[in-house]
């Protein structure tokens, strides 16, 4: 279902993750995140922001335990762990934040 | 998070890009290596070339996806080899690889490059060890 952010339409595969990562902007995140119900701290866009530099680093979305360990080590360890990345995104972390961040769905997530 | 059911060892004998099989074997690895299984990788014939810094897809429009190696040491992927014959026959040397850091976040050790370039008896030793051996 395509989502629409500031009067531009924006293409999602059948898991609402966005169909052309280089389409995205930040309001993608804020307009599925208000779908969900959620209201987007700087603590969300920290982890968003993490993830868009791993996947221009690495090309990959990575799995819920290598997010956490990525963010354990960049962000500190107070960060890079389940319980702080579910309070975040409690659909799970890999796969919501990814979302929003217009990552494709990890790798090795089901 | 389940146990450790199996020694899985990965053969990689293609060049990337030509076919599927390089991207679809770290494919799998990646998801099993999420599965808490224990993973090996080996790299060898043109498989080998899958490891070789700096490479550039633009031209042939596909993604290159050689960066995403350098995440299996988070993936907990400890066992990264490259079949030595293989290198040499290509006029390849280990300086041309990417390197794969580990970090183990227990113990905070910090290994720089878990890539190993290995000798044909390790080759045979470490696919004996093997509980499954998959090729592509």
Not at chain 1, 22 to 43: C, F, I, Q, R, Y
Not at chain 2, 47 to 64: A, E
Not at chain 2, 76 to 85: F, Q
């Amino acid at each position: 279902m395509p989502i629409v952010v500031d009067g531009k339409t924006f293409e999602t595969d059948e898991e609402g993750y966005l169909a052309n990562i280089n389409d995205w902007v930040p309001g993608v995140a804020s307009v599925m995140a208000k779908e969900d119900d959620l209201e987007l701290t700087e603590e969300h866009w920290d982890i968003i922001n993490f993830l868009r530099e791993y996947y221009e680093e690495y090309q990959i979305a990575p799995a819920v335990r290598v997010l956490t360990k990525a963010v354990g080590k960049k962000l500190g360890k107070d960060k890079g762990n389940s319980k702080y990345l579910y309070g975040l995104f409690p659909y799970g972390p890999a796969k919501q934040a990814c979302r929003y961040a217009g990552l494709p769905k990890p790798t090795g997530c089901v | 998070m389940s146990e450790v059911v199996k020694k899985f060892m990965y053969l990689n004998r293609k060049a990337p890009y030509g076919t599927i099989y390089a991207w679809e074997s770290l494919e799998v690895v990646l998801i099993g290596a999420a599965f808490d299984q224990e993973v090996n990788l080996m790299f060898i014939d043109d498989g080998v070339y899958q490891l070789v810094k700096g490479q550039d897809t633009t031209g042939i429009g596909m993604k290159n996806f050689s960066p995403t190696y350098r995440t299996l040491g988070d993936y907990e992927v400890k066992n990264i080899y490259v079949d030595a014959d293989s290198l040499a026959a290509r006029g390849l040397t280990q300086d041309d690889l990417v390197a794969i850091a580990y970090e183990d976040m227990d113990t905070e050790e910090e290994i720089e490059n878990i890539v190993e370039v290995v000798d044909a008896a390790r080759v045979t030793e470490l696919m004996d060890e093997a509980d499954v051996v998959f090729s592509f």
